[in-house]
């Protein structure tokens, strides 16, 4: 896996691609988190967090990125293939940052969707 300051290039670099309307009171920015981010769901080393759109009160909206799931997750891919995953995690993101802004919850059932699948295949076990 490249570095974390590699990965910071590359993320910059998406960021970068995104319209700047789309970071509309995005206040909090895009983090880069060294650890990785087991979701409370996994039933072992099969579900980590790659990402996460916040919003709070006090602390405003950011979107975090989690270093430490995409090493645990892909290791050692090419950095192409990983600019890829890191675009699709972060336009996932910014997708709920745009619903949160409108006050729409497509992807946030979407997202649910997916995890009740995941864990209806926990029971088939």
Do not use: C
Request: proline share 2%; no cysteine.
């Amino acid at each position: 896996m490249i570095s974390i300051d590699e990965v910071e290039i590359v993320l910059d670099e998406i960021a970068e691609e995104i319209p700047k309307e789309f970071f509309k009171e995005l206040n909090g920015g895009i983090l880069l988190l060294p650890q990785a981010k087991k979701s409370p769901y996994a039933r072992a080393d099969d579900l980590w967090i790659m990402g996460e759109y916040q919003y709070s009160h006090s602390m405003g909206r950011l979107i975090n990125i989690y270093y430490g799931s995409f090493e645990k997750l892909y290791g050692n891919i090419s950095i192409k293939r990983l600019k890829y995953e890191l675009r699709e995690v972060l336009l996932h993101e910014f997708t709920h940052h745009l619903e949160s802004l409108a006050g729409e919850k497509g992807l946030e059932k979407k997202d649910a969707e997916r995890l009740a699948r995941y864990q209806g295949n926990k029971r088939k076990e």
